[in-house]
Nanobody, 128 residues
Framework: QVQLVESGGGLVQAGGSLRLSCAAS????????VGWFRQAPGKERVFVAA????????NYGDSVKGRFTISRDKAKNTVDLQMNSLKPEDTAVYYC?????????????????????WGQGTQVTVSS
């Protein structure tokens, strides 16, 4: 069973940076993907970024391209999200998720329904 634990959220001023980390455990294979989603109060869960567990490919939501970077730390078994140039509209609970089925060797989904395992989330608040 895949387990995911997020950390690194907090309060930051607009223009600042935060680094989120998702500690993953359980059976995850190179063809699986791990993604970050976010959900603001009263809004749907939105795709932020995803990476193949092998680290060979990444995908980003349009609103974060050029500001956020997703990466895999193989030594720590984490997937990290470096967030720069933060804006108040980035305020949300950020969730880590794993697509731990088999859908091909280069499958990077961006819809919540494609991800089976989820963490509890970490709050990110960006003040103006």
């Amino acid at each position: 069973q895949v387990q995911l634990v997020e950390s690194g959220g907090g309060l930051v001023q607009a223009g600042g940076s935060l680094r989120l980390s998702c500690a993953a455990s359980g059976p995850i294979f190179s063809y699986n993907s791990v993604g970050w989603f976010r959900q603001a109060p009263g809004k749907e869960r939105v795709f932020v970024a995803a990476i193949l567990w092998s680290g060979s490919n990444t995908n980003y939501g349009d609103s974060v391209k050029g500001r956020f970077t997703i990466s895999r730390d193989k030594a720590k078994n984490t997937v990290d999200l470096q967030m720069n140039s933060l804006k108040p509209e980035d305020t949300a609970v950020y969730y880590c998720a794993c697509n731990n089925g088999f859908n091909g060797f280069n499958y990077l989904p961006s819809t919540p329904a494609a991800f089976r395992s989820w963490g509890q989330g970490t709050q990110v608040t960006v003040s103006s």
